[in-house]
């Protein structure tokens, strides 16, 4: 069996606060092969930025990184010296951050800083990364991109300098590509755009993205997986298809039932999420999401492990063990199947 690309296992990340530990990340595992889009979604507070950061090694204290490892083409990403990230971040594995302005130096102009990667990175002349610079902000549907490589960051909207990120990070033709909210602060026409690229990047180059968004109609549009974070922890991990079409997690389903349908014309009621996530300073015993759960019952004071459903469809939920004896049940039968088959082949 070939390695993933990527995998995290057993992933915690915590931060020292005056009142204790706020434990953003409980133990999170999950991998990804090449040229997948990955979609991680959740609430505000559910852990996904703080994966992602962990993933790049950009946990600063008060921040540690409590336990677990992460493998980048089997190596862990957490032993490597800074001057071996150097070579790695923005080459290898590049992060898109939601702020654009954390990204960009507002007093160095914007070609500059883009053909200093690319430059630095990939060691073509600066008349060649200045090329390169061009044709990057054209794809990100920038206009004019030979004379804004001329302007500063504040000459640009807030969607513009978004897409010099996003021009950025796709430089170095990364394998992974981690894109943290990149079409929040976007119009529509230019989220279209981007989302389009991702779509490219998956079609036509080996590139893995996690797109790490609230926004579960983005991820129906680019992802072929899915995971469901909460409280810190996976809650469930699918295709698309099975997160959107076969759900079996109650907080998959309340997200999905808080989006409007299309078709809808504003009269459809939406029904919200009732509650508020859990405080992590002291997480709650068993399954976080119990205390807003309409389904919760006596035993989810203890934290359900993930129930395997089928292949790479995983649910943490109480609920889900039976469907999940029914699914191994199924499978040992196939087995059964096979051998007896196998045998009568040998016996004629």
Not at 276 to 299: I, K, Q, T
Request: glycine share 8%.
């Amino acid at each position: 069996m070939t390695e993933p690309l990527l995998s995290v296992d057993d992933l915690k990340v915590s931060f020292r606060t005056r009142d204790g530990e706020n434990e953003a990340v409980r133990g999170v595992s999950f991998h990804m092969e090449e040229g997948e889009t990955l979609g991680i979604v959740g609430e505000s507070g559910s852990g996904k930025s703080v994966t992602a950061k962990s993933i790049m090694a950009l946990i600063q204290p008060p921040g540690r990184i409590a336990s677990g490892t992460v493998k980048y083409r089997g190596r862990n990403l957490l032993e490597l010296p800074e001057r071996e990230w150097r070579r790695i971040r923005g080459n290898r594995i590049a992060m898109i951050f939601q702020d654009p302005m954390t990204s960009l130096n507002p007093l160095r102009r914007i070609g500059d800083q883009i053909t200093e990667v690319i430059r630095r990175h990939r060691g073509l002349s600066k008349a060649e990364a200045a090329e390169e610079a061009v044709r990057l902000l054209a794809d990100v549907g920038i206009t004019n991109p030979r004379e804004r490589l001329r302007q500063y960051p504040h000459e640009f909207s807030g969607g513009m300098r978004q897409r010099v990120v996003i021009a950025m990070a796709l430089s170095c033709s990364p394998e992974l590509l981690i894109a943290d909210e990149p079409t929040t602060a976007l119009d529509v026409t230019i989220q279209a755009q981007i989302l389009e690229l991702f779509k490219d990047l998956r079609e036509n180059s080996r590139t893995a993205v996690a797109l790490i968004t609230h926004d579960l109609g983005v991820v129906a549009q680019v992802c072929t997986r899915v995971i469901v974070m909460y409280g810190g922890l996976i809650m469930e991990e699918g295709s698309v298809e099975d997160i959107f079409r076969r759900p079996q997690h109650p907080y998959t389903l309340g997200l999905l039932r808080s989006l409007p349908k299309r078709g809808a014309e504003g009269r459809e009621r939406l029904t919200p999420i009732e509650g508020s996530p859990p405080e992590l300073l002291n997480p709650p015993p068993g399954c976080p999401f119990r205390d807003r759960c309409p389904h919760a019952f006596a035993r989810c004071v203890e934290r359900p492990p993930a129930f395997e459903l089928g292949e790479g469809h995983r649910s943490a939920c109480w609920l889900a063990e039976e469907m999940a004896a029914g699914v191994q049940a199924k499978s040992g039968t196939a087995a059964t199947t096979d051998k007896e088959r196998a045998a009568d082949g040998n016996r004629e």
